[in-house]
């Protein structure tokens, strides 16, 4: 199963591959990872989406917490929880496509970033179902590149 | 008040009561060496990088306290990868000081540089870099603090060489606290209680030890705690001497060469209490046969141990001294609790294990004048009474330690269990008799593993340790070439050392005693004479060269799937 795991780290150097070095090590895999500062310059949030069965993420996140370094760990898939990724797509625009991938770029809530004659840069934000959504929608007409970020995720507030 | 790197260094390794340190120097730690030089602490100057820092380690299992090694950058550093990934698996407290190029220079491929911080990540429980010198004190309190808590471990510091020579305020002492290491000590009162009333619920109680038993110095409760219940005690490689060996309750060592009646004990119980141990597939064996009818306890202070191999029923995460005195608590103060009924109770139990122990004890067969290796271990318990510090190399030699010489006392055990570095032995050996210069301390070794760090024969001299070595010399590498023969049709590819020094004039050479045994009359002398000798001794034993460790169950295999010889 896939789980999206918050960890709150100190910002130190080579913080970041105690937290890879223990993935490979370990064998455990890592789908997505991103990282950058808090409010708090010295802590940093790292959200990586991992895969596997439920004793194996027991570990991960058991031996995320061992880590020195690591303040806290939460496994965000346990309550309700948003996720966004970003992602920027240089796609073909043509005479006879241009007002095409506007259209598809308009329904998604995208934004074009770059023009040129012959192509837009756009700039998609959602879950990661919308992402694969517009490069499926956007794949016949011509991806010429792609950036992804990874998936960043954050707990939903308690309603009452 | 401003110092140097070197004197804060040496100041803080006063403050944690170091006396003695394992080092080899170098080009970028030459300034350390000469300020240690002025203090009060011996430096061991060994002959390898690795010796030093096993012999830190061993010091520190004799002692209880925090080994510590010092060496130079580069190959300096990269030798004791070894000795540090040894005491990581063994969850053995050490600090281990490299020096670095100076921090312009990092990065720069220069001489002696090696990335050490990247290089032991992962076999370290934890590791800094120092780059400023006002960080420099409060790092090293930091470092020891880490590695002595809560599941001990060796704690890396690279010290680049501008950093040792810079001046900067040396900051008072002051307790060290850290936002995200809080170690847990105190168990959940509720899954003790839980724990002791399925304890008093269970028909085939066993008790699994660890080498956290020994780690947390909870050896006396857990005596408490098995003789107040009448359960059966097994332990762990690194568990031995957490147990009293000779106690009727003992079953001694579990696993793979462990004895018939503790693995049949623990296949057959109803209840696992595991102490400080981690379930290792060298205990373990085929997992999914592993305690097949148990309920499983699982006392450990580090979380990951738990539910990693095994699914545990009643985990508590806690140092084991504090698990195991709450746990006595918990029956001290039970109104309807009788001890005496308790024990009556399981007394089907110990029958069944009794029977097991007659039927197929641990034992050998004697072949008239040839020398069997678990006989001169037997005489080496015999004649120290039992009170000797035994350290191993790997292999053989160190099972048939592990088997024959009964531990009554814990941290007179030296082994590497998890890792299993042959050439761990002997620096072993020199760090306990620097740790307790009045016990007696024997290496028992194997021809093949003595030689992995024999250049260690100037240290012992250098430093007057009289050290005996036990050379179980078969010339064979006797456990490899024991799975050829029983698993690879008797080819014995790489296992046959047909050159070896002659062990006896090498130790001369150094100055050192060396004393042979060929027969089995001659084992009692030699092992008398090396004893009565205030040197070290090479004992070369020359026994029966195809002997092999039994019991022991073929790797993957249920551990009911024993072969007995």
């Known amino acids: 199963m896939k789980h999206t795991i918050s960890v709150l780290l100190q910002n130190k150097p080579g913080v970041l591959s105690r937290v890879t070095g223990l993935f490979s090590g370990r064998g455990f895999n890592i789908e997505s990872l991103s990282v950058a500062e808090t409010l708090d310059a010295g802590v940093s949030c790292l959200t990586l989406v991992t895969r596997g069965p439920d004793p194996i993420i027991e570990q991960i996140t058991k031996q995320l917490h061992k880590l020195i370094d690591v303040i806290k760990v939460v496994d965000v898939g346990e309550s309700e929880f948003v996720e966004r990724e970003m992602a920027l797509i240089r796609v073909k625009a043509e005479s006879h496509t241009r007002a095409e991938v506007l259209r598809v770029i308009d329904i998604f809530r995208g934004k074009v970033v770059d023009v040129s004659p012959k192509s837009y840069a756009v700039e998609i934000t959602g879950p990661q179902s919308k992402i694969k959504a517009v490069i499926d929608i956007l794949k016949p007409i011509g991806i010429q590149e792609i950036v992804r970020t990874g998936t960043i995720a954050m707990a939903r507030a308690k309603k009452s | ?565």
Request: net charge negative; glycine share 10%.
């Open chain 2, 1 to 565: 008040m401003k110092v140097t790197g070197a004197e804060a260094i040496v100041k803080c390794l006063e403050e944690q009561g170091v006396e003695v340190i394992f080092g080899f120097p170098g080009g970028v730690i030459i300034d350390l060496f000469d300020e240690l030089e002025k203090s009060d602490i011996t430096n061991v100057l060994v002959r390898h990088e690795q010796a030093a820092v096993h012999a830190a380690d061993a010091y520190g299992r004799v002692k209880g306290e925090v080994g510590v090694a010092l060496v130079t950058s580069g190959p300096g550093a990269t030798n004791t990868v070894t000795g540090i990934a040894s005491a990581y698996c063994d969850s053995i407290p050490m600090v281990v000081f490299t020096g670095q190029v100076p921090t312009g220079l990092i990065g720069n491929d220069a001489f002696q540089e090696v990335d050490i911080i990247g290089i032991t990540r992962p076999c370290t429980k934890h590791n800094y870099l120092v780059k400023d010198p006002k960080d420099l004190a409060e790092t090293i309190r930091e470092a020891f603090y880490v590695a002595r808590t809560g599941r001990p471990g060796p704690v890396l510091i690279d010290l680049p060489k501008d950093v040792v020579v810079a001046k900067a305020k040396f900051p008072e002492p002051k307790p060290v606290k850290m936002q995200t290491y809080r170690p847990t000590y105190e168990p959940h009162p509720g899954q003790i209680a839980k724990a002791c009333k399925e304890i008093l619920k269970a028909k085939k109680p066993v008790i699994y030890a660890g080498g956290g038993v020994i780690a947390s110095d909870s050896n006396e409760e857990l005596t408490e705690l098995a003789t107040k219940l009448n359960i059966p005690t097994t332990m762990t490689l690194m568990g031995l001497g957490g147990f009293p060996g000779t106690h009727k309750l003992s079953m001694g060592m579990l696993g793979m060469h462990g004895t018939y009646f503790a693995n049949m004990a623990v296949s057959q119980c109803d209840l696992l209490i595991a102490v400080g141990a981690r379930f290792d597939d060298r205990v373990t064996g085929k997992l999914a046969d592993f305690a097949p009818h148990a309920k499983i306890i699982h006392v450990d202070i580090d979380p990951t141990s738990i539910s990693k191999n095994v699914k545990v029923d009643i985990p508590i995460v806690a140092d084991c001294k504090y698990a195991l005195t709450a746990m006595n608590r918990w029956f001290d103060v039970q109104e309807d609790f009788n001890g005496k009924e308790q024990g009556e109770k399981l007394g089907p139990w110990l029958d069944e294990i009794n029977s097991w122990k007659r039927d197929h004890p641990l034992g050998y067969v004697e072949e008239g004048d040839i020398i069997k290796p678990q006989f001169v271990v037997q005489k080496l318990h015999e004649m120290t009474n039992g009170d000797a510090i035994i350290s191993t190399e790997v292999g053989q030699n160190q099972m048939w330690a592990a088997q024959f010489y009964h531990f009554n006392k814990p941290r007179h055990f030296l082994t590497s269990g998890g890792l299993g570095v042959m050439g761990y032995g002997f620096p072993a050996a020199i760090g306990a008799q620097m740790a307790a210069p009045d016990k007696i301390v024997i290496d028992v070794a194997g021809d093949g593993s003595i030689q992995m760090n024999i250049q260690e024969l100037a240290t012992a001299r250098q430093y007057k340790c009289p050290v005996k070595i036990a050379i179980l010399n078969n010339g064979y590498l006797g456990m490899v070439r024991q799975w050829q023969e029983l698993f690879y049709d008797k080819r014995y590819a790489g296992t046959d050392l047909e050159v070896s020094p002659d062990f006896v004039k090498l130790a001369e050479a150094y100055g050192a005693v060396g004393l042979r045994a060929t027969k089995v009359s001659e084992v009692e002398p030699v092992i008398k004479e090396a004893l009565a000798t205030d040197n070290t001794v090479f004992m070369d034993f020359v026994i029966a060269r195809e002997e092999g460790v039994y019991p022991m169950v073929p790797a993957g295999k249920a551990t009911t799937e024993m072969l007995l010889s």
